[in-house]
């Protein structure tokens, strides 16, 4: 059967003409640039290199936003931030071989985060591929095998009329739920060679939809419309979907209480009755989650940091819903939904039975108070009061991105983020470094507002190279380096385990002198002055850097 009739692929007059006569001067660059353009990108990240320089030139012809960092790894974390605060798949252009694998850590946080990034690299020239060793400079026998555990999808291009097609792929399974990082390689003689293929104009490539199965959505609507006690954990699946407002009517329908994630924090309001926060690293937390005969997790793989270290031993019924088929009752059985959050959970809204349960805000005040005990009997006034400081000194609407580090971790549970989309961390992959280059990036997709990103000291020294990017392009992102002299988490960790220390103590720069070098203004703060010299740094244009020297603590963990 044919339907011709559904498309009409006859080009016009204006189209003949342009792609009988395609302009002088273009290369295989120019079709990459093209294509990305067509497809409705606008802005690109990365950093040029000798087998990816037709890529570069091409630029130079187009009408992208080219934002250039200094390490490659760095331009991943901005690309993956790009993505989450605009929803679109951010190009990360970088050359061969060490630029390309200096990229690896950022593309795994980028996949364990379901961010979307479109990746494409160079490589070496054609005539060198297959595997041989011919010597070429930064030749690696399969330059994509080091990407295909890591990203959701490689895309390699051997020929010039194969980049627009391998693009627009790569753009849509970016964008696809899950979302992800994706990889496309084009060889280097392949960018450089001029090109007579004509223009690039067309460029839709429509992520596909995930839709639930409806027979499954009919038996999770049962089972919750006659639940008891019904709870929902909502992880990042709510957020990247855009379904936090569907959320709260399912769950104010239900009278279900609702915990956050770590990835999932500002899906569900902070102050909502039902709204249980983010404590899930919390045993009283998770004796509640346990306790529930249905229990709707959406969004969420129930992975280490979910489930309290794998500690959380559910009783009742699970109900998960999952974009990502690998994480589908990967931890636990369940009713194993794949589907995204908004058309699940949409589907759910339709289908359930409103239930009545005014016991349900005090059991939440309950649990919340248990936990708030738990925290007083240890002695932390001065890491609550540092993380007060930060959330009255940042606006409402503007969005955090945080480090591997103390204050972040803190942050996880105790943090308010004001919404949906505006706390970020590094919590997918677990690398050092994401804090700074990913607030760069969300200031170049929303110059508007002010950015916050949080690192330690150890983290801070893996992005200092960024502050040339900060102040080249005139990001409005105050960094607050958290100074305790080493890697404090690992501090905790190995005293506690071993008695004493070993590769955690760490000499490190004047932070304030280094912000100053590169034109950076920065302060020296205290916990008693914080919140409004971050307030100040905030409400300043251009970049800023608030240096704490502070030791600060974690709270006691309930899962060892």
Known sequence: MTHDHDLDLRPTPAQISAALNPPPGRNGGDLVVETLAGLGATTVFGLPGQHALGMFDALRRSDLRYVGLRVENNAGFAADAYGRITGEAAPLLLSTGPGALTSLAALQEAAAASAPVLAISSQIPTAGLGGGRHGYLHE??????????????????????????????????????????????????????????????????????????????????????????????????????????KLRQLAETLQAPVVTTAGGKGAFPWTHPLSLQSWIEDRHTTDFLEDADVLLVVGSGLGELSSNYHTFRPRGRLVQIEADLGKLESNHPALGIHADARPALQALLETVTPRSDTGAPERVRTVLAKVADRIASQELTLEQDVLASVRRALPADSPSFWDMTILAYWAWSAFDPKGPGRMHSAQGAGGLGYGFPAALGAAVADPTRPVLAVSGDGGALYSVAELATARQYDLNVTWLIVDDGGYGILREYMTDAFGETTATELTRPDYVALAESFGVPGVRTTPGALEGDLAKALAAPGPSVVVLPAVLRMFAATHL
């Open 140 to 245: 690696l026998p399969d330059q994509a095998a080091s990407f295909r555990g890591v990203v959701k999808s490689v895309h390699t291009v051997r020929t010039q009329s194969q980049i627009p097609s391998a693009i627009a792929a790569a753009w849509k399974s970016a964008l696809s739920a899950p979302h992800g990082p994706v990889w496309v390689e084009i060889p280097q003689d392949v960018l450089l060679a001029p090109t007579l293929i004509p223009v690039v104009t067309g460029g839709d490539a429509f992520p596909e939809e995930l839709p639930p199965r409806p027979e499954l959505t009919a038996v999770a609507a049962d089972l919750l419309s006659r639940a008891q006690r019904p709870a929902i954990i909502a992880g990042g699946g709510v957020v990247r979907a855009d379904a936090s407002g």
